[in-house]
T-cell receptor, first 113, second 109 residues
Framework: DAGVIQSPRHEVTEMGQEVTLRCKPI?????LFWYRQTMMRGLELLIY????????DSGMPEDRFSAKMPNASFSTLKIQPSEPRDSAVYFC???????????FGSGTQLSVL | KNEVEQSPQNLTAQEGEFITINCSYS?????LHWLQQHPGGGIVSLFM???GKKKHGRLIATINIQEKHSSLHITASHPRDSAVYIC???????????FGTGTRLTIIP
């Protein structure tokens, strides 16, 4: 298995632009998590899905952030409009079930200028 | 709110030394994770444990539920062990992980 696949690896955009981050979980995994990592706040959970259904999005910073999981093999995290304070590394992770070992993607380094 | 504290924040050691990284948390948990983040940024889950001890190669993780404390040990440390080690805990009835701030380990040849 190729592991959790995220794209793009790096994204540089200007303030106000829409940004879409993509994630392909490991095949057969039922749970998917989006995390954000910054120097100031470390790793934070943004949202997680179980069986494609969003379970808890209380970590999503504000309405500019949205996430979808249209099927078991694909999820997106969208920021519209983006702001410089959104600059961070965004990680996607999946697990076979909730409460099980997490497998992380390589992350997307987002820079909003 | 669960507070997760790691110590030390930074650790530099010579190759071959025995390494211990500590994690303490403040409320009851259902599981604790140890993660490794290499300089390139990728995150690997090393252990998930809820009691006792787990071992994988040169790495050993222990947890004491009563004392709300976990340790990660590395035996015969090697420069490739240089990374940030992050402790994360999951509270009962909550799928969210609360993360520690990490321990930056540097092993000198």
């Amino acid at each position: 298995d190729a592991g959790v696949i995220q794209s793009p690896r790096h994204e540089v955009t200007e303030m106000g632009q829409e940004v879409t981050l993509r994630c392909k979980p490991i095949s057969g995994h039922n749970s998917l998590f989006w995390y954000r990592q910054t120097m100031m706040r470390g790793l934070e959970l943004l949202i997680y899905f179980n069986n494609n259904v969003p379970i808890d999005d209380s970590g999503m910073p504000e309405d500019r952030f949205s996430a979808k999981m249209p099927n078991a093999s694909f999820s997106t995290l969208k920021i519209q409009p983006s702001e410089p304070r959104d600059s961070a590394v965004y990680f996607c992770a999946s697990s076979f079930q909730l409460n099980e070992k997490l497998f992380f993607g390589s992350g997307t380094q987002l820079s909003v200028l | 709110k669960n507070e997760v504290e790691q110590s030390p924040q930074n650790l530099t050691a010579q190759e071959g030394e025995f390494i211990t990284i500590n994690c303490s948390y403040s409320v009851g948990i259902s599981a604790l994770h140890w993660l490794q983040q290499h300089p390139g940024g990728g995150i690997v889950s090393l252990f998930m444990l809820s009691s006792g001890k787990k071992k994988h190669g040169r790495l050993i993780a222990t947890i004491n539920i009563q004392e709300k404390h976990s340790s990660l040990h590395i035996t015969a440390s090697h420069p490739r062990d240089s990374a940030v080690y992050i402790c994360a805990v999951r509270e009962f009835g909550n799928e969210k992980l609360t993360f520690g701030t990490g321990t930056r380990l540097t092993i000198i040849p």
